[in-house]
């Protein structure tokens, strides 16, 4: 088993709506959950962390962590074209030292 | 966040040559980490370079390989060794965030590897 999983896509959502993005991870020691964003070509953007169970909300965006399921979860609302990115779940994993494991990312493209 | 820039942002280099990354931080930061993208694929992380120590490598890559100096709270480098098309990858090397004394990691820009 994979120690951070993520649907690889492509998901497809029209403008406007909702994109809600999972991911799981094995380990039920990790504490720090992050979302980042890629676009096509650059580097990796934080755009949310969560570290307590329940949801989260920046702008358009919401964080869920659910530590029982093992489940952290990314939503988009109001989806944008400029929203379209590969979105990688990443959970900090304490192994003697901290360090960031990452999903294999979703593919995310909004439909005008 | 810390501003973080890498040199070079590109690079193709023949088989058997080696690399070094350079990664600038403008403030002064305990923990960077560099990672590799490889093609299609998601981030691994290489290892972790703390001032004043040895790094720490991940399972699977090794010093003689991946060589890599942290000689002051601003600055890493990440030599990639002998090198072999499979090397062709995106290096990025990332920092943590101090002031909010939280585990959240900012990326570089990358460097982009080409091994011919």
């Known amino acids: 088993q994979k120690e951070v999983e993520q649907n690889s896509g492509p998901l497809s959502v029209p403008e406007g709506a909702i994109a809600s993005l999972n991911c799981t991870y094995s380990?039920?020691?990790?504490?720090?959950f992050f979302w980042y964003r890629q676009y096509s070509g650059k580097s990796p953007e934080l755009i949310m962390f969560?570290?307590?169970?329940g949801d989260k909300e920046d702008g358009r965006f919401t964080a869920q962590l659910n530590k029982a399921s093992q489940y952290v979860s990314l939503l988009i609302r109001d989806s944008q074209p400029s929203d379209s990115a590969t979105y990688l779940c990443?959970?900090?994993?304490?192994?003697?030292?901290?360090?960031?494991?990452f999903g294999q990312g979703t593919r995310l493209t909004i439909n005008p | 966040s810390a501003v973080i820039s890498q040199k070079p942002s590109r690079d193709i280099c023949q088989r058997g040559t080696s690399l070094t990354i350079q990664c600038q931080v403008d403030?002064?930061?305990?923990?960077m980490f560099w990672y590799r993208q490889q093609p299609g694929q998601s981030l691994t992380l290489i290892a972790t370079?703390?001032?004043?120590?040895?790094?720490?490598?991940e399972s699977g890559f090794v010093i003689d390989k991946f060589p890599i100096s942290r000689p002051n709270l601003t600055f890493s480098t990440l030599t990639v060794s002998n090198m072999s098309p499979e090397d062709s990858s995106i290096y990025l090397c990332?920092?943590?965030?101090?002031?909010?004394?939280?585990?959240?990691?900012?990326f570089g820009p990358g460097t982009r590897l080409t091994v011919t």
């Open positions: 403030s002064q930061v305990t923990m």
């Open positions: 969560i570290y307590s169970n």
């Open positions: 990332s920092v943590e965030d101090q002031d909010r004394n939280s585990y959240e990691q900012y």
């Open positions: 990443a959970v900090n994993l304490f192994q003697g030292a901290q360090k960031l494991v």
């Open positions: 380990d039920r020691g990790s504490q720090s």
């Open positions: 370079a703390n001032q004043g120590s040895e790094a720490t490598y």
